[in-house]
């Protein structure tokens, strides 16, 4: 089951009415449930480098099935996952990237949001993810 382009448009509509409302500049990437780009928006003077990364956490999100920021616990020296960030072209793990289920409770994609500290980053992206219902 993937995201339809309508739902991907919804997704980013949430994140980006949010990162308004917090004065922020983002970057959304909505990926579906084959880490596929389904949508993108990239707000008016978003950082250019952040295009990158948030189409990344969404990727990363998606190819793991967890928010980035719990693949970060685990990817810290000493833990389970050290080093796979260097995987599939480049993983980002940290907070931003979080998975987006329907209303059965089915993966159908993954939005990664860029622009601001990680904290912001994960708070614009659980919004668009909450747009799901």
């Known amino acids: 089951m993937n995201i339809t382009l309508a739902q991907a448009q919804q997704v980013v509509q949430a994140a980006l009415a949010k990162a308004q409302d917090q004065a922020l500049k983002m970057n959304i990437a909505v ?67 979080v998975l987006l289920q329907s209303g059965s409770g089915d993966i159908i994609g993954a939005i990664g949001v860029s622009g601001s500290s990680v904290e912001n980053d994960d708070l614009v992206a659980r919004a668009g993810a909450a747009a799901l219902g």
């Open 31 to 97: 990926v579906d449930a084959g880490a596929n780009l389904v949508a993108f928006a990239r707000m008016d003077g978003a950082w250019l480098g952040s295009v990158d990364i948030a189409m990344r956490k969404a990727r990363t999100a998606r190819f793991f099935d967890m928010p980035t920021g719990e693949l970060g616990k685990l990817s810290q020296p000493g833990e389970s996952l050290y080093g796979i960030e260097h995987s599939n072209g480049g993983l980002i793990s940290f907070p931003g990237g």
